[in-house]
């Protein structure tokens, strides 16, 4: 290996010079700790810091400074799409510790720009003196916006739930909001619940009795519950003696979201309207603190409770299978579809966030909608982030066989969006799945990762990548041949993407059911922006979200390399890959 390097005549020719010794991803992709590769394993203790402007996002969301979390209350009114959020006016720092939490405000006219305005709701009366926790926006009698929202009133974090209404709803921007004067409308009296535990109110819908419903996040009886409650005026709540749905797969479901959806149609659906027939609801949930997961079922209208089609806690997909919290949906009037975003994190340390000025992102708006089958949400970027495009590429009919690597030239690879399909030429070379994998994907990920050969797989993208390759990021997929049909593995690996020490690098992975007899083509499309990297297979069957840092980006005359490879047995066939260049978007404050 080592004579191959020297000898071949250019870095890219040294590479193709390794990979056909299918000895380039041992050494690329596997850890250096742990005895992993080989080569190019620096461990210095003097890494840099990843302290650079280049980290910050040019078309994700995030405001102009300080920290950011939940996104809340998202929805859209009188031609403008406003995004609450949780925000500290102090700093970048986790505002847990001071409670001075407020509902930062920013409106856009196309989910692509944004305007910051002022914070919208701010702790300053009794009921919310600790801090305006997440909640969620609804339009009631179709003109009416009302946000409600969690307020925390003590040290002891004791939480109860508030509304507030626009001042002048005349003003297009909502500037200011007036709180109700019955707060809290919802107090945590409730005989096994946890006050501590009892928070972000979903957005409301309405029943066949005319009444309006909210569920909040809670912990009951030591299992996470989402608590029903009921109101005439959307002011005055009245408890139901059950839950909506509760369960003892999480000691709290936080972060709730509630909403009806059609199969096979990606039309979204008004819950403060007539749900029609045919339609299954989602109950979304965060779990374990840090995982959005949801359940698919029946809202039984005479029970006022949710059934869902698996009680199996162990099988609930994830909403995003990467960097992906407390999740949000609104209905988009405007286009006739539901849209979702959430929070992703900095995976550095928090005094980097501090020095930086700016923590927290969001996933870039998503529609969302079930697939034809009713088993599993489907979800792609809002199709407003097409404006940013620039300087498409297009190649067509490449072949990659086993270890070929074939490099995306001619965009601007820190800021880029690349669709590419995959057409696999036989199936029959498929490995056996196993179902334990389920249990368990990011360990899958990282035991069969792009070094490892396998009969259809992987082969996917290389991206961020370095020109000596110490720095990378694979985004990749695998096919298995299960029992009843076939299972794609796609995975997310952050393990070589940073020579920083200290940062959060998984390796992200979930699994989504194929029927390529039908439809041997699988997709793969994937938003590189910066020190975002957000990826959607199989048409947005299995999403991944991540942040990643590489030091090479310091350095103002860098420009990253990106790769479509095959390290499988099987050749795969790509008919279209398409890419650009993305312009910033513009977020004023």
Known sequence: VLLCLCCCSSWLGGLACIFSTSLLFQILVRPCSNGGGLFFCPQSPNAPSILSSKDRTAYHFQPPKNWINDPCGPMYYNGIYHEFYQYNPDGSFNPNTSYNIVWGHSVSTDLVNWITLEPAIEPDTPNDIKGCWSGSATIVSGDQPVIIYTGVIDIEKHQVQNIALPKNRSDPYLREW??????????????????????????????????????????????????????????????????????????????????????????????????????????????????????????DLKRDAFVPDTDDSRLWPRIDYGNFYASKTFFDSKHGRRIIWAWTTETDSSSDDIAKGWAGIYSFPRTIWLDNDGKRLLQWPVEEIESLRRNEINHQELELKKGDLFEIKGIDTLQADIEIDFELTSIDDADPFNPSWLFDTEKHCQEADASVHGGIGPFGLVILASDNMEEHTVVHFRVYKSQKNYMILMCSDLRRSSLTPGLDTPAYGGFFEFDLEKERKISLRTLIDRSAVESFGGGGRVCIMARVYPVSLVDDDHQPHVYAFNNGSATVRVPHLRAWSMRRAQVSA
């Not at 029943?207 to 996470?224: E, K």
């Not at 819950?271 to 027939?277: G, K, R, T, Y």
Request: net charge negative; aromatic share 12%; proline share 6%.
């Open 178 to 299: 007036t709180k109700a004067g019955n707060n809290p409308v919802i107090q945590s009296g409730v005989p096994g619940l946890n006050s501590g535990q009892f928070r972000d109110p979903t957005t409301g819908w309405i029943g066949p009795d005319g009444l309006w419903r909210i569920a909040v996040g809670a912990q009951l009886n030591g299992y996470g519950a989402a608590l029903l409650y009921k109101s005439e005026d959307f002011l005055n709540w009245t408890r139901v003696d059950h839950p909506l749905y509760s369960s003892n797969a999480s000691i709290m479901f936080e972060c709730l979201d509630f909403f009806a959806v059609l199969p096979g149609s990606n039309n979204g659906l008004d819950m403060s309207s007539a749900i029609p027939n045919g339609a299954k609801h989602v109950l979304k949930m965060g779990m374990n603190f840090g995982e959005d997961v949801y359940v698919i079922g029946v809202y």
